[in-house]
C-alpha cells in the first residue's frame, strides 16, 4: 500500500491550489492568428468556464468580449503581450451580462477602444453593466491590419442584444451565448431570455453562414461546429 507522508500530503495541497489558479484563465490556439481564451468564475461553488475570443493582427489584437473575473483582467493583458509582444487595442461585447462586460472599464482605462451595439450599450446602462465607450447602431463590419470581420444581429434569443461575429475568411462563427455548446444539455441561464424567437435567431444564423468551420459558444466546450444545430435542438425540447 502506498504510504501518503507529510510530504506528499503538501504536495497534493499545492498541487490543488495551483490547479486552481491555473484554470482561472486558459488560452487555447485556435486556427491562423484566432485564439479561444476561457476564464472562469465560482458559482454555487463551482468554477463556471466563459469562452471569449481574441485575435492578433499587424496593428494589435482585438478581445470579442471581456474576461468575467477581474482576478483575470490584467492577467489576459500580461499574457497576450508575453506571447505576441502586441497590445490589446480593440474589444467588442457581444451583450451586456458580466461574462461579456466585466472588464471594460478597465479596459478602457488601458486604452483599449471598447465597442458594443447601441442596443447592448442601452441596456449595460440600464443594468448598471460596464459600457463600452463606443456604439454601433447597425450590424458593422471592422477592419484591422489584415483581418476583416463582421458583427450581425440575427434577433432575440439568450437576451435581447445577443450579436454574433463572423470571419468569413475563416468561416469561424463566434457566437457568444446565444449558441450552447454541444456539451450543453440544458439551455442554461435563461432568466433574460427569448425562448419564442431564440430558434428564428439560429435559424436565421444556419441560412445566413451555411458553411462554418468553427462555432464558438459563450460556455463550455468547442471542439464540434454543430453548436447551432444544438442549440435549435434544446430549444425544440423546451418547447
Ligand atoms: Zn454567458
Not at 499574457?79 to 509582444?85: D, E, G, L, P, V
Amino acid at each position: 500500500m502506498k504510504r501518503i507522508t507529510l510530504k506528499s500530503l503538501f504536495l497534493l495541497v499545492n498541487l490543488s491550489l495551483f490547479g486552481q489558479e491555473e484554470c482561472k484563465l486558459h488560452i487555447q490556439h485556435l486556427t491562423d492568428n484566432f485564439y479561444v481564451y476561457t476564464t472562469y468564475k465560482k458559482l454555487n461553488e463551482v468554477m463556471y468556464p466563459s469562452n471569449s475570443m481574441y485575435l492578433v493582427t499587424d496593428s494589435g489584437v482585438v478581445l470579442f468580449d471581456s474576461p468575467w473575473e477581474s482576478s483575470q483582467f490584467q492577467p489576459l493583458l500580461d499574457s497576450i503581450f508575453a506571447k505576441h509582444n502586441k497590445k490589446v487595442v480593440l474589444a467588442i461585447a457581444t451583450h451586456y451580462h458580466d461574462d461579456r462586460t466585466a472588464a471594460f472599464d478597465f479596459l478602457r482605462r488601458k486604452g483599449v477602444k471598447t465597442y458594443s451595439s447601441k442596443l447592448t450599450y442601452e441596456l449595460c446602462e440600464k443594468y448598471n453593466e460596464n459600457k463600452a465607450s463606443f456604439y454601433f447602431t447597425n450590424d458593422t463590419i471592422f477592419e484591422l491590419g489584415d483581418y476583416k470581420f463582421e458583427t450581425f444581429y440575427p434577433g432575440e434569443g439568450h437576451t435581447k442584444d445577443n450579436i454574433v461575429i463572423w470571419f468569413n475568411d475563416f468561416k469561424i462563427l463566434y457566437g457568444g451565448c446565444l449558441v450552447k455548446s454541444t456539451d450543453n444539455i440544458t439551455l442554461g441561464n435563461v432568466t433574460d431570455a427569448n425562448i419564442d424567437e431564440w430558434p428564428l435567431s439560429i435559424e436565421k444564423l444556419i441560412n445566413k453562414y451555411p458553411n462554418r468551420n468553427f462555432v464558438i459558444p459563450g460556455h463550455f466546450g468547442w471542439s464540434s461546429n454543430l453548436g447551432l444545430e444544438h442549440t435549435l435542438q434544446l430549444l425544440m425540447q423546451k418547447k
